[in-house]
């Protein structure tokens, strides 16, 4: 029989619970980045983009203020919008108030924040018809073909994916959108550790905070018993494959039970939670071409941090 720290709570997500089997019984422990974002991941990461450290949206969103209404003039009247990855339309207005779009639909895992995007617009935006569309965007997804569309991908979210992911990504996206379709991708540029990882172990510890809440997050929700506090956030700059890593570093030797399965984890032992991979203007360029894309036009910072991407 299991001891008492093996009799574990409600399981109310087995998609969650699926994956701390699989992840944390491997080696090395790894778990999937999409689990950040439950009401609490969402709140913080909101505080991430707002920190001095943390250039990559305010960068974007600056340059999407810019390019917005030229990019948004490349499609008819009447086009669709499709945001991948969708957790608030904060950057999709930079297109949307152009007025040349009827339908917007948002994918996101966060399933709260489409609900309250969708009221937010249909209070701001009356005439838009928003189709949100819960789930995990690198699953196949419905989208309505009855008009051109523009896919739209901001955030840098790509780099979360490794770079076979990506290509395979970027290619079905290509059939989703159709023949006529765009796709307009925000992408951080390869750069300096010194600016990267400041960007990802804020001094604040709000990043760090991010990352531990995926055990909190498992605890409610697949009846684990983590304690965070055995825990630290790790970011590190990983120059082989041009990518930050995040992981949670074990204090201590413990035992944890995931479903009655016992996980050992060593003093230093890491949970590999998130992936950011950097790319340099022709590195994207080849990935796109692979995928069956052509570039039209880059956009980039004038301080050389991020670039947008226009695919067709």
Request: charged residues 20%.
């Amino acid at each position: 029989m299991p001891d008492d720290h093996a009799v574990l709570g409600r399981v109310s997500n087995p998609e969650l619970l699926q994956a701390a089997l699989d992840g944390l019984t491997a080696c090395p422990k790894t778990l999937p980045p999409k689990f950040f974002y439950d009401e609490e991941g969402c709140r913080l990461f909101g505080l991430i983009t707002q920190l001095p450290e943390y250039y990559p949206t305010r960068t974007e969103m600056k340059l999407l203020a810019q390019i917005g209404p030229e990019v948004a003039s490349l499609m008819p009247q009447g086009a669709v919008l499709v945001e991948y990855g969708a957790s608030d339309e904060a950057k999709a207005l930079f297109l949307l108030n152009s007025g040349r779009f009827s339908r917007y639909v948002p994918i996101d895992v966060a399933v709260t924040s489409l609900r309250a995007l969708r009221a937010r617009l249909a209070a701001s935006h009356p005439a838009l018809d928003v189709q949100i569309r819960p789930g995990d965007f690198l699953s196949a997804v419905d989208i309505p073909r009855r008009a051109p569309i523009l896919g739209f991908f901001p955030g840098s979210t790509i780099g979360n994916l490794d770079r076979p992911v990506a290509q395979h990504f970027l290619a079905d996206a290509r059939v989703a959108l159709g023949t006529n379709g765009r796709f307009l991708i925000g992408v951080d540029l390869a750069k300096s550790p010194d600016i990267l990882i400041p960007a990802y172990d804020d001094a604040q510890a709000v990043t760090a905070a991010f990352n531990l809440n995926l055990l909190v997050r498992m605890n409610r929700e697949i009846g684990t018993r983590f304690n965070p506090d055995n825990f630290s956030h790790r970011a590190i700059w990983n120059g082989e494959k041009s990518r930050i890593e995040m992981h949670l570093v074990s204090r201590y030797t413990h035992i944890e039970y995931i479903s009655g399965e016992m996980v050992s984890f060593a003093p230093g032992e890491t949970i590999h939670t998130e992936n950011s991979h950097k790319y340099t203007q022709s590195e994207f360029i080849s990935l796109a071409a692979a995928a069956g894309w052509s570039t039209e036009r880059v956009w980039v910072d004038e301080n050389n941090l991020f670039a947008v991407y226009l695919l067709a």
